[in-house]
């Protein structure tokens, strides 16, 4: 059971380039969430999907998309990298029940240059 | 949804218990309170969930009092190994789909 799953684990771009990050959870959990979290501070929600075939935005949405591609799948899209969008990444997914909570992923450290 | 306030940060040392307060003074009816663990370089972890009194794990307990306006979470004889940062969430009941929102968290440095 491998949980959450998010790839790649590094990434350096450059100003103005484009990338996906990836993630997968085996779980059957319907919501999965995308947070940003810059060094010292708490976790920042980019966006969430209740559902496959739904997305919302969260606290900090701008210069991001999303898509749920699947029940397990979830990617967030730069589609043009500013050095303000370095920070770690986490992907999340929830179960519906109690005293379980969120599962995280173990991050991707995105570095804009 | 419901705003939490915890302390920046704490000092403890090992074998000493460790107590957590987050104030959720306009917690609803439906919210549970849950705790989450961060250690540097990887994701938050669920440690434990409750309503109301007390909650044990084998990790941690929980304190709520009546009006539910705060809770506790208390880690007994810590070790190193506990340094960590830890998060209050308020969430309601059926949680899965809701916009949640983590704080700043307590930053909690285990001494030798």
């Known amino acids: 059971n491998a949980g959450v799953t998010q790839t790649p684990k590094f990434q350096v771009l450059k100003t103005g380039q484009s990338m996906t990050l990836q993630c997968a959870q085996d779980?059957?959990?319907?919501?999965m969430y995308w947070y940003r979290q810059d060094p010292g501070m708490g976790l920042r929600l980019i966006y969430y999907?209740?559902?496959?075939?739904?997305?919302d935005k969260g606290e900090v949405p701008n210069g991001y998309n999303v898509s749920r591609l699947n029940k397990r799948e979830f990617s967030l899209r730069l589609e043009s990298a500013a050095p303000s969008q370095t920070s770690v990444y986490f992907c999340?997914?929830?179960?519906?029940?109690?005293?379980?909570?969120?599962?995280f992923g173990s991050g991707t450290r995105l570095t804009v240059v | 949804l419901a705003k939490t306030t915890q302390p920046i940060s704490m000092d403890s040392y090992e074998g000493q218990e460790v107590n957590i307060t987050c104030s959720h003074n306009?917690?609803?009816?439906?919210?549970?309170i849950t705790w989450y663990q961060q250690f540097p370089s990887q994701g938050p972890r669920f440690i434990i969930q409750?309503?109301?009194t007390k909650v044990t794990n084998e990790v941690a307990s929980l304190f709520i009092p009546a009006d539910r306006k705060s809770s506790t979470l208390s880690l007994p004889r810590v070790s190193l190994s506990d340094t960590a940062v830890y998060y209050c969430?308020?969430?309601?009941?059926?949680?899965?789909?809701?916009?949640?929102?983590f704080g700043g968290g307590t930053r909690l440095m285990v001494k030798p």
């Open positions: 779980m059957n959990h319907n919501s």
């Open positions: 999340a997914s929830i179960s519906e029940g109690l005293n379980y909570g969120y599962t």
């Open positions: 969430l308020v969430d309601p009941w059926g949680n899965a789909g809701n916009m949640l929102t």
């Open positions: 306009n917690i609803a009816t439906n919210d549970y």
């Open positions: 999907s209740a559902s496959e075939g739904t997305t």
């Open positions: 409750g309503y109301k």
